[in-house]
Structure formats: C-alpha cells, structure tokens
C-alpha cells in the first residue's frame, strides 16, 4: 500500500492532516486492542489519547514508514501497560493464556516473564491474535506480512512457550 508509505511521510514534515488520516486508519484496531487489555471506556480513551499523542510527538523516530501500524499498535500497548501498571492490575494478557486452574500470582508473573523474553514480532502477533481477538488475515492485513508468515509466528511464539517455559509445570498455552 503506497499511500501509507507517502502518508507517513507527509505526516513526518509536519503535515497534521495526514497523521489524522493514518490514525483514522487504524482507530478500529487500537481500539480493539486498548478495550481488551483495559477494564474501562475511560481507561481505553486515556490509553489511546496519550498513544496517539506520543505517536504525534516521537513520529519523526519512525525508521521505516511501512511499519507504522505495527509502531503505533506497540505504543499503544505499553501505554495500556503503563496503566496497568499503575492502578496496580495485572495485565488481562495472563486471563487469556493462562488455563483456569492455574490462575495464582505466582503463574502470572511467570507468564509475563515468558511474553516479555519473546522476541517483538512474536509477542505482538500473540497479542493481536489472543487479546486483540484479531484472526490471522486481519492480523496479516494490520502488520502488512503473509498469511504464512503470521501462522508461522504464532506457531513459533507457542512451541517457545511451551519448550521454555511450560514443559515442567504442565500448563500449556490454549489453542484457539
């Protein structure tokens, strides 16, 4: 899609309408992400508020304008975990992967620990897939890769978990 590409740089010389037009672009998405990970409208509003304003504020440290989706969906979410953090919650990540029986601190934490050692790309697709609720087209779409490479991530993202982390305890990640 070349009009990202030429969005992105308009909006990097300063052009607010463009950056507008490539947020809009993406509004759906953010906002499926932030109300997944967040308890409340005013915290989702609040997240994707200050992500916004970040992406406006630091868009010139874009390196590669085809990637400014995925760009602005990580800033996003670490405003929503920044928020978490704050209010003291843990993180609506761990309700989805972890399987009932195994929900103490204790697993949490592990779990955070697990996500956080993955590499970035299958983190997000992790993310997008498990908690944004994203199917591997739309996910595809979002990020501008392959079906393929998509199915691969989330594979790859699994076997890590389960090879490092989950072999031991029996806790396994939950296939959807």
Request: net charge neutral; proline share 1%.
């Amino acid at each position: 899609m070349g009009s990202l590409k030429a969005l992105v740089k308009k909006a990097k010389k300063g052009d607010g309408e463009a950056f507008v037009s490539l947020v809009k672009q993406y509004e759906d998405v953010l906002y499926r992400t932030a109300s997944r990970l967040l308890n409340n409208d005013e915290d989702v509003a609040d997240a994707m508020q200050d992500a916004v304003i970040s992406a406006y504020e630091k868009l010139h440290t874009l390196k590669n304008e085809e990637y400014f989706n995925t760009w602005i969906c990580k800033i996003l979410i670490n405003k929503c975990n920044s928020l978490l953090n704050k209010k003291k919650n843990i993180s609506v990540i761990h309700e989805h992967l972890i399987p009932e029986q195994g929900k103490d601190e204790f697993m949490k934490i592990e779990l955070e620990e697990a996500l956080n050692s993955l590499n970035e790309v299958y983190r997000l697709a992790l993310i997008l897939y498990y908690i944004v609720g994203l199917n591997v087209k739309e996910i595809s779409e979002f990020l501008k890769e392959p079906e393929g490479t998509i199915k691969s991530r989330l594979s790859r993202a699994k076997s890590i978990l389960r090879n490092n982390y989950y072999k031991n305890e029996g806790v396994m990640v939950n296939e959807k």
